[in-house]
C-alpha cells in the first residue's frame, strides 16, 4: 500500500485502510486515532488484531470535522 502525506483525489485512496494510513490522511498519530476508535469517536472497526477505516466513512469523518471547524 502506497502511503502518501496528502490526499488529492478520494479515488486513489483503497477502500479499506489501516490506522497508519488514515492517520497521514486525517493529520493525527495512529496511537491517538486507535484511542479515538476504542472510544468510539474515530470510524474504525478492529478486524482480529488490526484496525481497518472504510474509506467512505473517513470521507464522512474528514467533512464533519471541516464542518465543526468552518463553524468555529
Known amino acids: 500500500m502506497k502511503y502518501t ?5 478520494w ?3 483503497p ?3 489501516d490506522l497508519p494510513y488514515a ?3 486525517v493529520g493525527m ?3 491517538y486515532i486507535k484511542r479515538l476508535s476504542n472510544a468510539g469517536k474515530f470510524p ?3 478486524v482480529g488484531n ?3 477505516v472504510n474509506r467512505d466513512d473517513l470521507m464522512v469523518y474528514v467533512g ?3 464542518a465543526e471547524q468552518e463553524e468555529a
Do not use: Y
Open 23 to 25: 492517520a497521514r490522511i
Open 50 to 52: 488490526s484496525w481497518r
Open 29 to 31: 498519530s495512529a496511537e
Open 44 to 46: 474504525a472497526v478492529k
Open 64 to 66: 464533519a470535522k471541516k
Open 11 to 13: 479515488n486513489d485512496v
Open 5 to 9: 502525506a496528502h490526499v488529492t483525489d
Open 15 to 17: 477502500v479499506l485502510l
